[in-house]
């Protein structure tokens, strides 16, 4: 039998990379450090647990560039969409999931995989030599002691940004007299999404108590650290203008209150956050107030005056490598080619694209260890234009967390009309990827 794989970390990226590895008939041993160990976000100690929110967005594969990157990791037998697809709960055109289920799922399926050994324990440095493969796929918490190694190693800073948890309340707490189910548009099957309507009044006085409640304090080394714009705090948005929020996640175009007949000034949206449809979450409301704060301002929220929270929303610090300058382009530190990166920390942003990279990661190593040379998968597909991006296509020197999409894609030739773009795009990405998978 051949040396195990090792990868630091069960996250989305980790689990998936193992899952990759196992499934091509090659030992891995997965070292993750909670069970022994917390951190500041995660609940439990299962594998591919999520934190943030319960959605992996849109699932349309012909129009938006995370539904392409869902089709893209589907045929490659993803072990993440797989139970993502198991674990499913309405959400209109986006993938949300239980994420209970979800977790459970795949952590039951890498645990009874013959060829995966989980390990729960802390890696406080850099591997050991001896250690001939390995992928660090410690997300946005890696703990500080490797952090700080990996630091070291490298001579370069990494970066840093807030990420913030949105809240979970009990549906049954909700008064169905004021907020109606409705999906933006009427996409989905009409009861995806609880909405809770605002007029001019009630959203004036509702951005003033964000604006005045008390946040969570930072320490005096985080407080230059930027927040990532697509997990941005509700009331940050509001400090950047009053209106921010309502032509944010509190846009209320696409939705007639029933009770009016009319559009809202502002809309709240909660999504169905588990299977049994009794948890409930508040799409875009990643917060940093204070737990108190936080009941007392969300509970003026029309259709939330008796809220009752499963979970208040949280801050916490990711931190990321600046992979243009210290990854090559299959994922491998250049002053150590033993060692890859997968996931959050090479400076992707989402719970798809992690585990695209953990997946992308994993195909390389076991290339390596099979004598094969990796191939990377075109820019033109999905997940060829996110490694790319990640691996060189940034600006290292103004490098920041990024989600897949069009834009990270070359671009046509000839151009198309702009109604076209889109369908050429996924149309050309198909048949690229449908060409690596033969070589890959």
């Given at each position: ?60 594969p ?40 979800f ?9 009874a ?10 890696i ?24 700080q ?87 940050v ?32 949206q ?109 820019a ?10 990640v ?10 967390p ?27 990405a ?11």
């Open positions: 039998m051949s040396k195990p794989i090792h990868i630091i970390g069960g996250g989305l990226a980790g689990s998936e990379a193992a899952w990759q590895i196992a499934q091509a008939g090659l030992p891995v041993v997965i070292h993750e450090m909670r069970g022994p160990h917390g951190t500041d976000a995660h609940k439990t100690d299962g594998l591919a647990e999520l934190v943030c929110s319960n959605s992996f967005r849109s699932d349309d012909d129009n938006n560039a995370v539904g392409l990157i869902h089709q893209e990791m589907r045929a490659l037998g993803s072990i993440i969409m797989a139970e993502a697809d198991k674990a499913r709960v309405p959400a209109g055109s986006a993938l949300a999931v239980d994420r209970d289920q977790s459970d799922g795949v952590t039951a399926a890498l645990a995989h013959p060829n995966v050994t989980i390990v729960r324990e802390m406080t440095g850099l591997p050991p030599e001896d250690w001939d493969s390995v992928i660090i796929a410690t997300g946005p918490l890696t703990a500080t002691p490797l952090a190694a990996i630091r070291e190693l490298t001579g370069e800073d990494a970066l840093a940004f807030f990420d913030a948890i949105a809240p979970v309340i009990h549906y049954e707490s909700v008064n169905q007299d004021v907020a109606w189910f409705q999906s933006r548009w009427d996409k989905g099957e009409g009861k995806d999404y609880l909405n809770c309507p605002m007029d001019k009044e009630q959203y004036e006085a509702f951005v003033d108590a964000m604006l005045e409640a008390e946040k969570a304090s930072f320490k005096e080394w985080e407080a230059n650290t930027p927040y990532f714009d697509g997990c941005m705090p509700i009331e948005m509001a400090e950047r203008g009053r209106n921010t929020p309502r032509f944010g996640p509190m846009k209320p175009v696409g939705l007639t209150n029933p009770a009016t007949g009319r559009r809202a000034w502002a809309v709240v909660l999504r169905q956050d588990n299977a049994l449809g009794t948890l409930w979450n508040m799409v875009g409301f990643q917060t940093k107030m204070k737990h108190a704060e936080q009941v007392r301002v969300f509970r003026m929220i029309p259709g939330l005056e008796n809220a009752q929270f499963a979970r208040l929303g949280g801050l916490h610090r990711n931190t990321f490598i600046k992979s243009p300058v210290l990854l090559d382009g299959t994922l491998r530190l250049k002053l150590r080619p033993a060692i890859r990166f997968a996931g959050q920390i090479t400076g992707c942003e989402g719970y798809v694209e992690s585990a695209a990279v953990g997946l992308m990661a994993a195909r390389f190593a076991i290339a390596e260890r099979q004598g094969r040379e990796p191939v990377p998968p075109p033109t597909t999905a997940l060829g234009a996110l490694l790319h991006h691996t060189g296509g940034a600006e290292a020197a103004t490098f920041q990024m989600n897949v999409n069009f834009g990270l894609f070359p671009p046509l030739s000839p151009a198309p009309k702009k109604d076209q773009r889109k369908p050429a795009l996924v149309a050309r198909r048949a690229d990827l449908a060409e690596w998978m033969l070589v890959a």
